[in-house]
């Protein structure tokens, strides 16, 4: 199986601040990569697939990039309904995996 | 609009056997692949099983290999999942989610609000 590995696990950071998160998969998936966002007692939702292409309806301010192994979700300018958690998501292989996750928070 | 709506959750006793359920409307469900992702209280997420569009592709989590079967219904537009021999580690919320195309692999959106299930004694 493929293993997803997210970085930070949990971050912490202002309103207005630039965010990045990592995801990093064990073996190439080319951009076979999904991005979602879940806010506490809700169901997660797509904000980026394919790696880079933004879902719609998803703020401009959020936005993928990478290929091959290495991934990152990166949001321009947060907003306070960002703080959420992320997870990533490979659709190369199945098993269909995720990372653990990243915890943003409001500093 | 796109709705898909799960049940069948519940208590249930290590060992036994649940089935649930996801009634997918707003979408015609037989030209899409669907999935069953859950999550344990206080974790990440987890895919379990997907279905192709025509029940040609099935997949399975390794943790529920053997004891979960996926199937779906196009004529009644439901997905379902029968999970046998249920353990304590198949605690969960579990969601419906609906793939982009016909085949398994590919992202997921939108998804339910999940139906959840406890096994314990």
């Known amino acids: 199986d493929i293993q997803m590995t997210q970085s930070p696990s949990s971050l912490s950071a202002s309103v207005g601040d630039r965010v990045t998160i990592t995801c990093r998969a064990s073996?190439?998936?080319?951009?076979?990569l999904n991005w979602y966002q879940q806010k506490p007692g809700k169901a997660p939702k797509l904000l980026i697939y394919?790696?880079?292409s933004l879902q719609s309806g998803v703020p401009s301010r959020f936005s993928g990039s990478g290929s091959g192994t290495d991934f990152t979700l990166t949001i321009s300018s947060l907003q306070p309904e960002d703080f959420a958690t992320y997870y990533c998501?490979?659709?190369?292989?199945?098993?269909?995996?995720f990372g653990q996750g990243t915890r943003l928070e409001i500093k | 609009e796109v709705q898909l709506v799960e049940s069948g959750g519940g208590l249930v006793q290590p060992g036994r056997s649940l089935r649930l359920s996801c009634a997918a409307s707003g979408f015609t469900f037989d030209d899409y692949a669907m999935h069953w992702v859950r999550q344990a209280p206080g974790k990440g997420l987890e895919w379990v099983s997907g279905?192709?569009?025509?029940?040609?592709?099935?997949g399975y989590a390794d943790s529920v290999k053997g004891r979960f079967t996926i199937s779906r219904d196009n004529a009644k537009n439901s997905l379902y999942l029968q999970m046998n021999s249920l353990r304590a580690e198949d605690t969960a919320l579990y969601y419906c989610?609906?793939?982009?195309?016909?085949?398994?692999?590919?992202?997921?959106?939108?998804w339910g609000q999940g139906t959840l299930v406890t096994v314990s004694s």
């Open positions: 394919a790696a880079s």
């Open positions: 073996q190439s998936i080319s951009s076979y």
């Open positions: 989610a609906k793939s982009p195309g016909l085949e398994l692999l590919n992202w997921f959106d939108p």
């Open positions: 279905i192709s569009w025509n029940s040609g592709s099935i």
């Open positions: 998501q490979q659709s190369y292989s199945t098993p269909d995996t």
